[in-house]
């Protein structure tokens, strides 16, 4: 049985999240937090302090979007996860030709 935490998702700008979007899985970085209700794209979007909407810039379209913590999920920075990948490639070794 899977445990529910009660305490609502935190976060900051800069913090590199994740979301599900009708066109499948989205990643961004959020570049606002809105602690009182606020216009976007026409509508008002209701924010307060405990329950913070955030504007999140899309890292393959540049996109905005704004969601409630819930829907997002924090993941590794685009930085943390090229800087892991960048000693971790295989080289062939090298052949030697032989006269």
């Not at 959020?30 to 909407?53: C, E, L, N, T, W």
């Amino acid at each position: 049985m899977r445990k529910e935490c009660n305490m609502p998702k935190t976060f900051k700008i800069g913090d590199h999240v994740r979301w599900n979007s009708e066109a499948g899985r989205v990643s961004g970085t959020i570049i606002a937090v809105h602690k009182k209700d606020f216009r976007y794209k026409g509508y008002v979007h209701h924010a307060s302090k405990d329950a913070p909407q955030y504007e999140i810039k899309s890292d393959k379209t540049d996109h905005i979007a704004a969601h409630k913590g819930g829907a997002l999920k924090r993941i590794a920075s685009r930085a943390k996860v090229n800087a892991s990948k960048k000693g971790s490639r295989i080289r062939p070794k090298r052949r030697t030709m032989v006269s």
